[in-house]
Nanobody, 115 residues
Framework: QVQLVESGGGLVQAGGSLRLSCAASGRIFSLMGWYRQAPGKQRELVATITNGGVRNYADSVKGRFTISRDNAKNTVDLQMNSLKPEDTAVYYC???????????WGQGTQVTVSS
């Protein structure tokens, strides 16, 4: 059974930092990443990382967010610095099965940035 368990969300003031963590189990994953969904908006990509360490970021977070991954532990983290109110959203961990390509999602963790 595949499980993606997120942690690390919360409330922070603008300019502050948060670190999100996701622990995945039950499969070997190729691509892992983070997405977010703000109220009234579609879910959007934040950052992804391959099992080889190739990173991809949304333009809106480049230079502020850093994604990292531990393949041995099957974890993916998102370090978020210089947070802005527009970063407020529910953040979801995503992982793609290595052999099936099937996508799995975590339950989401709320990030709120106050101005």
């Amino acid at each position: 059974q595949v499980q993606l368990v997120e942690s690390g969300g919360g409330l922070v003031q603008a300019g502050g930092s948060l670190r999100l963590s996701c622990a995945a189990s039950g499969r070997i994953f190729s691509l892992m990443g983070w997405y977010r969904q703000a109220p009234g908006k579609q879910r959007e990509l934040v950052a992804t990382i391959t099992n080889g360490g190739v990173r991809n970021y949304a333009d809106s977070v480049k230079g502020r967010f850093t994604i990292s991954r531990d393949n041995a532990k099957n974890t993916v983290d998102l370090q978020m610095n210089s947070l802005k109110p527009e970063d407020t959203a529910v953040y979801y961990c995503n992982a793609q099965g290595m052999f099936t390509g099937y996508e799995y999602w975590g339950q989401g963790t709320q990030v709120t940035v106050s101005s």
